[in-house]
């Protein structure tokens, strides 16, 4: 007597494959579409969601709550104390048919395979190429990047309708819902933030000034961005300093944007309209933005990446170093290394961290400290509001040269340089280093180094910048 969405990462009401679905096969039957969502304090725990990030989703889900409302959709959310008990709520809790959209990742693979014997249908929605299209000429699935992409570009090129289509939202259910057996879930509150991820008040007041939820924020950013920085981006976006790029992949993990609109809105602004064509900024972010699709490709191509393992297997049995002292300096921002302690910084004061600066203090965790990179792919998603499984994978073991398409292992980036380089004036440096804010020219990027930096003997005095953890980085990296 309803058709159910089930909300998963889709957290919008626009261009929502299988929100869309949902509300038309619920017209047709003539019974009312209801949606839910299900809280799940085990699986945020299990895959390490960052408390700033589990924050961002029920603050998108009261946005969610008050716009079906006034489409007279109910949502429902509940917390379901034990994972293992999700299909059967979901069974519980369905009516005549389910819709919800596809999650890739193992766990979550698993979980929808035992909820066989439902009228359900999981739908492609989060990628704009739906894994499993593409494939090289001798049928096999790219693992590199390059040639992947052009394939990626050619099969839109020809299927326009996965770009060009757009969900719309669900129609209106007939008003008499608010007064049937579903009435109360429009006055059913969102619950609190589960307690093992809650944030304090400082937190809060701090992210949610940073960040504010919903749908509508997502497309006013993706907007913005293409009105003022796009044009910019292949120049300008490798420089932490600018705060250039576009910062939508919260929403693209939260799934309040879906990637189809964000591409859409570019190409629309594009002279061509072909994907890999037209201005260099344009056709550089589109180029970015399919990289979400490839790492997802990656994923339910090679699904044991889930699993701790690298994707070269080769790569298994590395000598890592579990130095947590080293380990704590970095995600602390305190190894002396100032452009690698700026983005550590960033990262625990916004939730976020500018791309460069990941590629930056990957890098310097596993080839510079030696650390086992999945020490760090662990922190980011426990840290970043956008933490996404397969990017932040795909991200790592391209830094750690044992993931696909990887930089070559002898490849490893020397963090002076790349200071030198992307932050020649040191403004992202001081920006989040307040003890380097005096520090003139460029002794910014080696504070105790070079003549005009600090004094060496200033360094072990409490709340002064430390000293290198590290002696030597050899020179000669880029
Ligand atoms: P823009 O430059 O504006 O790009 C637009 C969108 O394209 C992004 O929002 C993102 O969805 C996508 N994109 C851009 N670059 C990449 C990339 N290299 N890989 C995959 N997608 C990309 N991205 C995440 O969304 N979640 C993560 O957990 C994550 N972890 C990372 C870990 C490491 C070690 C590295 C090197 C990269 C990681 N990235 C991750 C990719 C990238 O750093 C971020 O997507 C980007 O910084 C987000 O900022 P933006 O939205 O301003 O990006």
Redo the contacts with the bound molecule.
């Keep these: 007597d309803a058709v159910v969405h089930w909300f998963k990462m889709d957290l919008r009401t626009y261009d929502n494959r299988a929100l869309s679905m949902a509300s038309r096969k619920a017209a047709e039957a003539g019974v009312p579409l209801i949606c839910v969502y299900l809280v799940s304090p085990e699986d945020f725990t299990a895959h390490l969601r960052a408390p700033v990030r589990v924050d961002f989703m029920m603050r998108t889900l009261a946005v969610l709550k008050k716009d079906l409302a006034a489409l007279d959709v109910p949502l429902h959310v509940e917390t379901v104390g034990k994972r293992k008990d999700i299909p059967q709520r979901m069974l519980a809790l369905m009516a005549s048919h389910l819709f919800a959209n596809m999650e890739y990742e193992v766990d979550e693979l698993r979980r929808e395979a035992k909820m066989h014997g439902m009228s359900m249908e999981v739908l492609h929605d989060s990628c704009i190429v739906p894994p499993g299209l593409l494939a090289s000429g001798s049928g096999k699935q790219y693992s590199v990047y390059s040639p992947w992409f052009r394939a990626w570009v050619a099969y839109l090129h020809s299927h326009m309708d996965l770009l060009l289509d757009v969900f719309d939202p669900p129609t209106k259910n007939p008003a008499s819902v608010r007064k049937g057996k579903h009435s109360t879930i429009f006055d059913s509150e969102i619950p609190d933030v589960p307690k093992n991820k809650a944030l304090s008040t400082e937190e809060k007041k701090r992210f949610h000034a940073l960040w504010p939820a919903g749908e509508h924020e997502a497309i006013d950013r993706l907007n913005k961005?293409v009105e003022e920085r796009i044009s910019r981006?292949s120049e300008r976006?490798n420089f932490p300093g600018d705060a250039c790029?576009?910062?939508?992949?919260?929403?693209?993990?939260a799934g309040t944007l879906s990637?189809r609109t964000?591409v859409r809105a570019a190409r629309d602004k594009n002279k061509g309209k072909n994907l890999d064509a037209g201005a260099e900024g344009i056709k550089t972010?589109i180029s970015?933005?399919?990289?979400?699709d490839?790492?997802k490709h990656v994923l339910v191509h090679w699904p044991y990446i889930c699993m701790n393992k690298p994707f070269k297997p080769e790569y298994s049995n590395i000598e890592w170093s579990y130095d947590m002292e080293h380990f704590q300096a970095w995600k602390d921002g305190r190894t002396g290394f100032p452009i690698v302690d700026a983005a550590m910084r960033q990262c625990k004061a916004t939730g976020?961290?500018?791309?460069r600066c990941?590629?930056i203090?990957?890098s310097f965790l596993c080839k510079d400290l030696l650390i086992d990179w999945r020490l760090?792919?662990r922190y980011?998603?426990e840290t970043?509001i956008?933490?996404?499984?397969?990017?932040?994978?795909?991200?790592?073991g391209?830094?750690a040269s044992c993931g696909v398409d990887p930089q070559p292992y002898f490849r490893i980036f020397n963090p002076l340089l790349q200071s030198e380089k992307f932050d020649p004036q040191g403004e992202y440096i001081r920006k989040w280093i307040p003890e380097l804010k005096g520090v003139q020219g460029a002794a910014i990027h080696d504070p105790y180094g070079r003549t005009g930096g600090l004094s060496k003997s200033a360094a072990g005095k409490e709340g002064a910048y430390p000293q290198r953890i590290l002696v030597a980085v050899q020179e000669k990296r880029q």
């Design positions: 961005f981006y976006r790029t576009s910062s939508i992949s919260v929403h693209l993990a990637a964000a972010w970015e933005v399919a990289w979400r490839f790492y976020w961290m500018h791309n990941r590629m203090v990957a760090g792919e980011f998603m970043l956008d933490g996404d499984f397969a990017s932040n994978n795909g991200g790592w391209f830094s």
